[in-house]
Nanobody, 125 residues
Framework: QVQLVESGGGLVQAGASLRLSCAAS????????VGWFRQAPGKEREFTSV????????FYADSVKGRFTISRDNTKNMVSLQIDNLRPEDTAVYYC??????????????????WGQGAQVTVSP
């Protein structure tokens, strides 16, 4: 069982920045995929960003392009999400997720097998 642990959430004011981190318990293989999703109360889990582990190729939801940046650290088995210019509508629990394959479709939560416990991000007006 792969364990993922998120950190870096908190309460911030609109316009501020946060950096979320996700640490994996084991080695992430080159053909695996890691994504960040978020879920607000009463809403479905939403895709934000994804990274292909071996190449570092990234893809983003249109709603977060230009503000979210996903990155990896191969030696530390860690993925980060830099969020700039936070908005109140970004308020949600943020989850990192891992697919032990080339996830397809990468924006579908069902494509991922392992999930972290979630990190709360709250953005005040």
């Amino acid at each position: 069982q792969v364990q993922l642990v998120e950190s870096g959430g908190g309460l911030v004011q609109a316009g501020a920045s946060l950096r979320l981190s996700c640490a994996a318990s084991g080695r992430i293989l080159s053909y695996w995929t890691v994504g960040w999703f978020r879920q607000a109360p009463g809403k479905e889990r939403e895709f934000t960003s994804v990274i292909r582990w071996n190449t570092g190729s990234t893809f983003y939801a249109d709603s977060v392009k230009g503000r979210f940046t996903i990155s990896r650290d191969n030696t530390k088995n860690m993925v980060s999400l830099q969020i700039d210019n936070l908005r109140p509508e970004d308020t949600a629990v943020y989850y990192c997720a891992l697919s032990p394959r080339i996830a397809s479709p990468y924006a579908d939560p069902a494509s991922y097998d392992y999930w972290g416990q979630g990190a709360q991000v709250t953005v005040s007006p």
